[in-house]
């Protein structure tokens, strides 16, 4: 754990201030990708509510008479909305790894260039191997929290509060005994 957890995370994330630009395209991709999720489950309550309903077979103002028509029409736009979302992830994904590599990268240098600097008692005092282990360790375990944690906490928040509009948009009475039950 560190002394200063402020100040570690603050020197943290400015290794990852450099990637602005594409930290705002990850950002973008999550909400994309969050979004194709809400729509793929929004037109599957339009088409069970037409189909169960015996209501009228509307889509995007096109009027059908073949169920089978309307099912297959729907089957692509959801197709094609899951595809957008997943393409989306992907260069969320991709995007990420590339900002944490190269803020990694950056860190192993820093890191480098501080060791080369220690006089050598400092490696005298230390067994084998304990500083370049430790050094390892934490790097790797950065590494992870760039990579993966913050990208799955920022997902979920953003998936959470677009869950939780569909639901106010799609019935708020629904969605305030949901929320007095959890």
Same mark, same amino acid.
Not at 162 to 172: E, F
């Given at each position: 754990?560190? &002394?200063?957890? &402020?100040?570690?995370? &603050? ?9 602005? !630009? ?17 729509? /793929? ?6 088409? @069970?509510?037409?189909? *169960? ?7 995007? /103002?096109?009027v !059908? +008479? ?29 995007l ?11 860190l192993?240098?820093?890191?480098? &260039? ?8 400092? !490696? ?10 430790? !050094?390892?360790? +934490?790097?790797?375990?950065i +590494? ?5 944690? *913050? *990208?799955?906490? =920022?997902? /979920?928040?953003?998936?959470?509060? /677009? ?7 799609t019935? @708020?009475?629904?969605?305030? @005994?949901?929320? *007095?039950? =959890?």
């Amino acid at each position: 754990k560190p &002394k200063n957890t &402020k100040q570690t995370v &603050k020197r943290l994330l400015g290794y990852v201030a450099k990637y602005k !630009f594409r930290l705002l395209l990850v950002l973008v991709c999550m909400l994309f990708n969050t979004l194709s999720s809400l729509t /793929g489950g929004y037109i599957l309550r339009l088409v @069970i509510n037409a189909l *169960v309903g015996n209501s009228e077979l509307n889509f995007l /103002g096109m009027v !059908f +008479d073949n169920p089978l028509e309307y099912l297959g029409l729907i089957l692509c736009v959801i197709a094609c909305v899951y595809i957008c979302g997943i393409c989306a992830s992907y260069m969320q994904a991709r995007l990420m790894l590339s900002v944490s590599m190269n803020a990694i990268e950056t860190l192993r240098n820093d890191l480098f &260039k501080k060791v080369q600097k220690l006089p050598v008692r400092a !490696f005298d005092s230390d067994s084998n191997g304990t500083i370049m282990s430790s !050094f390892t360790n +934490d790097i790797d375990n950065i +590494d992870m929290m760039l990579h993966n944690t *913050v *990208v799955n906490l =920022i997902s /979920g928040t953003i998936t959470l509060v /677009g869950t939780l509009v569909m639901m106010i948009y799609t019935n @708020i009475w629904l969605t305030l @005994i949901t929320i *007095v039950f =959890i």
